[in-house]
């Protein structure tokens, strides 16, 4: 018995579903043994990445895909290293990009909005210190999405559950989600597509927010705010999170915001 086929034969039925594809394609005939074990033995929460990577084909634009040469991965993030040829100058170099352990879509990211008497009259500012830039910066609401057997698990249902325990209020009543399609924040170096949103609360709501002292939620600590919207122009020119921007473009070019920002108070 071979290596491949004692490998095979352990995996679960839908892992070797996906073997079964990537046999499909010659730059995986191509790779190192040892790699592929390493491939099919990461934890089941990886099966988004390993989905993707099935359908990533032998050739790109001017680009052949030769082999699979290195897999770099942390907790949440993973690195598939290529060999690659040019079809032009026929010179073979690497090229690598970073996955999330779920795919392309890891999660949502938006921003809050108030409503009083029909109109938008607020928006909502969460402040946080990141591990990654070690400062306090500006951070869009959201969270990850769930999975299960490769399918998406009620988004909208997961955006207010995760809203509601970023705000602390367990009664909190969102009127409105608005869909603003996806943001792919680095397109050079990830497949990252985040899903880009905008909930709506009604100001009544907006009241029981406790703003005297920070948040905690999953141990990690944050600050809210709430604004008028006559001040956003201010926040935009000083607010980096390319989530947050994204969503008030988006939300203007929708309508659903004027031009004239200060034109809603």
């Known amino acids: 018995m071979t290596k491949a086929k004692e490998l095979i034969d352990r995996l679960s039925s839908s892992r070797q579903d996906l073997w079964h594809k990537f046999e499909l394609l010659q730059w995986f005939k191509n790779t190192d043994t040892s ?6 033995s990461l934890p089941e929460d990886f099966d988004g990445f390993l989905t993707e990577l099935a359908n990533k084909p032998d050739e790109l634009d001017n680009i052949d895909l030769l082999r699979l040469i290195r897999l770099e991965r ?71 999405i769930e999975f299960k057997d490769r399918h998406l698990i009620n988004l909208s249902t997961a955006q207010e559950k995760e809203i509601k325990r970023q705000l602390g209020l367990d009664d909190l ?43 905690k939620t999953k141990g990690i600590s944050f600050k809210i705010a709430i604004h008028p919207i006559s001040e956003l122009p201010h926040f935009l020119s000083k607010i980096e999170d390319s989530y947050f921007l994204s969503a008030v473009s988006r939300l203007i070019a929708l309508g659903r915001l004027p031009l004239n920002l200060t034109s809603t108070t």
């Open 173 to 215: 009543i969102i009127k409105e989600f608005i869909d603003l399609g996806h943001l792919t924040p680095d397109i050079g170096m990830t497949n990252n597509r985040s899903s880009l949103f905008a909930a709506i609360i009604d100001g009544s709501e907006a009241k029981n927010l406790d703003l005297s002292a920070p948040l």
């Open 74 to 144: 942390g907790n949440y993030l993973i690195v598939p290293v290529f060999e690659v040829r040019s079809q032009e100058t026929n010179q073979i170099f690497t090229y690598e990009y970073v996955s999330w352990k779920v795919g392309s879509y890891p999660g949502y990211k938006g921003i809050l909005l108030v409503e009083e008497n029909g109109h938008i009259s607020h928006f909502i500012t969460k402040t946080i210190t990141k591990f990654s830039q070690n400062t306090e910066v500006y951070d869009s609401f959201g969270g990850f």
């Open 35 to 40: 790699l592929k074990k390493a491939l099919f």
